[in-house]
Every structure is written in C-alpha cells, then in structure tokens.
C-alpha cells in the first residue's frame, strides 16, 4: 500500500516537472523532436483522444505530446467506461508529458512580474496545435476572437504571421458537434473564416515547376467532419473525422514518416 502511494507521489512530481515553464523553454533547443500540443473542447468525441495519442505513438521519440482539456472536454474523461479513462490517466500514455486545464492558468498563486504565462508558454512550445474535437461553441469563441479559458487563451496569442517565434506553425481543429449545429448557417460562416480567411493554403504549381511554389499562407487548418449516426442518435454530418484522418494529417503537416 505505501509503495502504491509513493508511486503516485513520484508520477506527480515528474507530471509537474514536465509541466514546468523551465521544461518547455529547455524543450525548444530540440528541434529534431516535434512537440504537439493536443487539445479537447466540450464534445463527446473528447473520448477519441486516448486513440488519437495512441495513433501518434508510433512516431517513438520524434514527438511529444501535451495536452489541453476544456473545463467542458473533462466531463467525458471521467471515468465513466473503458473508452472514457480518467483524464489523469493520459499521463501513463506513450510520450504524453502533461496534460493542463483552466486552473493550471490561474493559479493556484497570483501571478507576479517576471512569472511565466502559461499559454504564452505553450505557443512557444507547440510546433502544432491541434484541437480534435473542436466545439460549435468553442469554434465561435475562436471566430470571435474571445479568449476567455486557457485554449481559447493559446489560439488567441498564436504568432500568426510568423514575427514572434520566427517559425511557421499550424493550428489544425477538426469540428465536431450535433448535424442541426453543423448544418446551422453561423458554422457555414464561422468554417469559411478558418478556411478561407486564416486558412493555410496547399502549394500551388508555377509554370515550369511541377514541385509546387509556397503561396501565401495562413495559419489554420480544418479536417471536416464526416456524416453518421452520432452519439444522441442524430444521423448526419457534424462527426468528427476518424481517428486516422487526423492523425495522417498531422503527420502530414509535421514531416513525420
């Protein structure tokens, strides 16, 4: 019994090791790894992230991962099935260094100048962002520019052009909400913003150059929802894409093979 505590106080204190603003800063002198910041709004597809995770670790030691998890999104990490772990849990997972919530924002002591600022953190750290699943609501918040939780918070300070961080980084989302809400005319407006206004955009070949020639680029990147029979039993568009449609498109974005 008293080893099983201890080895709980010793997966916690190197859970908040990793976790530390000293962690990530030393993290970024190792551009070789790829660092994947993952993260999970309120939706029930907030279940497939053990898999996405588990999907990834193929890469071995190229990647890290931490994670994000909405006040929301830890609703369905929480215990409930075998397909719904507790969220803690995630830390025992394959290159999974810490996983952050609200709290981990504000607190638990009041911020002082000269201490670090968590999502300004984690931008520097990410060399992507994904959110899978990605809200109706928290798609508004980020159309709208609102910033009020720590996701919301790093999308909202992501270097979008490129000259803070002097690096090019992807925030990819893929939606994942009811058909009536994916079908709602606002979540037509609110996609076309990430894709056609913030979007990346793919290589386009110049005369000569079958190879392609970067244009313009925007910073987001939308993996579209799929039609099926969702969790409240709706049948329709609105489902998140599969597990192995976000995982090939983050490696696709990232270089891995």
Known sequence: MLQAIDNVHDRQFLAAELASSATLAAELAQPEIKNILLAASGSVATIKIPEIVKALARHGDKIRIRIILTHFAKHFLGG??????????????????????DADEWGPEP?????????????????????APLSANTLAKIVNGMSDNLLTSVIRAWDTDSSIDNKKKVIMVAPAMNSAM?????????????????????????????????????????????????????????????????AEAIESRLGLE
């Open 182 to 246: 994916w079908r709602h005319p606002i979540t037509a407006k609110q996609i076309r913003v990430l894709q056609e206004e913030w979007g990346v955009r793919d290589p386009e070949p110049s005369e000569g150059d079958t190879a392609g020639v970067a244009v313009a680029n925007g910073w987001f990147q939308v993996v579209m929802p799929i039609a099926k029979t969702l969790a409240c039993g709706d049948t329709g568009g609105g489902a998140m894409a599969s597990v192995d449609t976000i």
């Open 111 to 131: 911020w002082q100048r000269g201490a670090s600022i968590l999502h300004i953190e984690l931008r520097r750290w990410a060399d992507i962002l994904v959110v």
């Open 80 to 101: 409930q099935s075998k397909e719904q772990p507790v969220y803690s849990s995630l830390l025992d997972y394959p290159h999974v260094e810490a996983i952050y919530d």
